[in-house]
């Protein structure tokens, strides 16, 4: 006899949620129990799983978004919701998540403001840059160049290790990132695997092969970390921030660029040069496309390349 599935209310539910996201660091999990807490549990505790539909969740947003709250709150809103909603699926409670896709309707992706607020530095200043790094900053310049041929954020990149490289696949596997808590998941709260260039692979392994950094070689063991500081440890934020802020000075680019812009600057040439958005978000681990091509529209190639029309002539029925 088939025992059947488990059907909590979502009350219930947030619990063991909750429970399962402690390994994230402790911002993110303060900032999902305050979103429940304070927004959804008291209008759909009660509601069972199976019983929650898109209305149920279309209904929460649009009251929040009429209580005046900003749109960046009811995003987050939204966004915690269709958190716990995806790991009920994984866990099979669940066939599909009722608040995926909910935001569209409601215009919550990314605003234009926001998307004109990225600052990413055109392929002349991200040369500037890193000739700027190479000069000022020299032991940091590996750093801020992986980061521009990866995407990877800043903590995600001092947290790598020499064995998150695969060189026959060419690849990255982004598992863990560091910030003030220490070593913890990445931002979206599990890895993902990044592509890397044939030439940009083979730079990065031979790295994985000398990366014994200055001061190590006193120590019984070589670090794990391919970006340690003096003591085998990862580098800083705060070291790697002020390498930034001296190598953006000696190439004399504007003071708005920050660590993050090398992301930014990944992205936007990338999706300038034609690459598909959806491999964008793929490489860039965003929880959706839309979050994708709301930030970075305005560098979407506008026109197809040459030819693209001409593919729809060559089937049979032309008049």
């Known amino acids: 006899m088939t025992r059947p599935r488990p059907n909590p209310t979502l009350a219930a539910y947030s619990k063991h949620w909750l429970a399962l996201c402690a390994p994230l660091k402790p911002g993110t999990v303060e900032e999902y129990e305050s979103?429940?807490?304070?927004?959804?549990l008291p209008t759909l505790g009660r509601v069972h799983l199976r019983d929650l539909t898109r209305g149920h969740v279309k209904s929460l947003l649009a009251q929040k978004l009429?209580?005046?709250?900003s749109r960046d709150t009811v995003r987050l809103i939204h966004a915690t919701l269709r958190a716990m909603l995806a790991a009920a699926v994984d866990d099979e409670l669940l066939e599909s998540n009722?608040?995926?896709g909910v935001g569209r309707s409601l215009h919550l992706g990314v605003t234009k403001d926001r998307s004109e607020s990225i600052k990413a530095m055109?392929?002349?200043?991200?040369?500037a840059f890193l000739a700027g790094a190479l000069t000022a900053t020299p032991a940091y310049h590996p750093l801020f160049w992986l980061m521009s041929r990866t995407g990877v954020r800043l903590g995600e990149a001092l947290a790598l290790q020499s064995g998150d490289f695969d060189g026959e696949r060419h690849q990255l596997r982004v598992e863990r990132a560091l910030s003030r808590d220490g070593v913890t998941t990445p931002k979206s709260g599990h890895g993902r695997t990044v592509d890397l260039a044939e030439t940009a692979a083979r730079i990065v392994d031979g790295w994985a092969g000398v990366r014994a950094a200055v001061g190590l070689e006193q120590k019984?063991?070589?670090s794990p970390w391919l970006f340690p500081g003096t003591d085998g440890q990862p580098i800083p934020h705060g070291a790697a921030q002020a390498a930034f802020r001296r190598a953006r000075g000696h190439a004399g680019l504007p003071a708005h660029f920050t660590p993050h812009s090398l992301?930014?600057?990944?992205?936007?040439i990338?999706?300038?040069?034609?690459v598909s958005p959806a491999y964008v978000q793929q490489q860039l681990g965003h929880s959706s496309i839309e979050l994708t091509v709301g930030s970075y529209g305005r560098w979407l190639r506008k026109k197809p390349p040459e030819g693209a029309l001409d593919s729809l002539e060559q089937g049979e029925g032309a008049p």
């Open 98 to 100: 009722p608040a995926a």
């Open 35 to 40: 979103k429940l807490r304070r927004h959804i």
């Open 122 to 127: 055109d392929r002349g200043q991200l040369a």
């Open 270 to 274: 990338l999706l300038a040069e034609g």
């Open 66 to 69: 009429g209580a005046r709250l």
């Open 220 to 222: 019984e063991q070589e």
């Open 263 to 268: 992301r930014h600057t990944y992205a936007s």
